[in-house]
């Protein structure tokens, strides 16, 4: 997968009479070695999250169900991508501003990323975001 601002990429899905199966694999699907997964669900209604950026963290996002509206900036550039498909994910690399809005209540958004939680490495103020992305 390429370590590109906001571009989703097709996985590759097996699908058989049974359903269908995603796997990601390190060095194929994902561009660094993930250290931690989590993912966020039960989401309300008009409850968005997000609202920041990380310094250093590599991320691979996807909806394994329901679906979200992602929105990336990277201090020059936003938009907005409809994470709805199980088989569809978007690597989000340090610098780059999220939101995730317009969940579906069954939405299940997974997160694969790239160290261990550390709140030193996020920068929660949109003004903090902008005037460090753009020195
Ligand atoms: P937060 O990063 O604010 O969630 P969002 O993805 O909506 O921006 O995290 C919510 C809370 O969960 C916050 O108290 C930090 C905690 N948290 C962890 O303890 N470990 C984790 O891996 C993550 C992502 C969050």
Redesign the pocket.
């Known amino acids: 997968m390429d370590a590109t601002f906001a571009k989703p990429v097709t996985l590759k899905k097996i699908t058989d009479p049974r359903g269908s199966l995603v796997a990601l694999e390190q060095g194929r699907d994902i561009p660094f070695a993930v250290k931690?997964c989590?993912y966020?669900y039960n989401v309300k209604e008009d409850a968005p999250?997000?609202?920041?950026a990380h310094k250093t963290l590599e991320q691979i996002l996807l909806c394994v169900a329901g679906g979200c509206d992602l929105l990336l900036d990277n201090g020059k550039t936003k938009t907005t991508i409809r994470l709805d498909d199980p088989a569809t994910a978007v690597y989000v690399g340090p610098m780059t501003w999220?939101e995730?809005h317009n969940f579906t209540p069954d939405c299940v958004l997974l997160?694969l990323?790239s160290d261990?939680?550390d709140?030193g490495d996020?920068i929660?103020d949109y003004d903090d975001f902008k005037k460090q992305a753009a020195s």
Do not use: C, K, T
């Open positions: 931690r989590y966020i999250r997000g609202f920041h999220r995730m997160a990323v261990v939680y709140e996020y929660r």
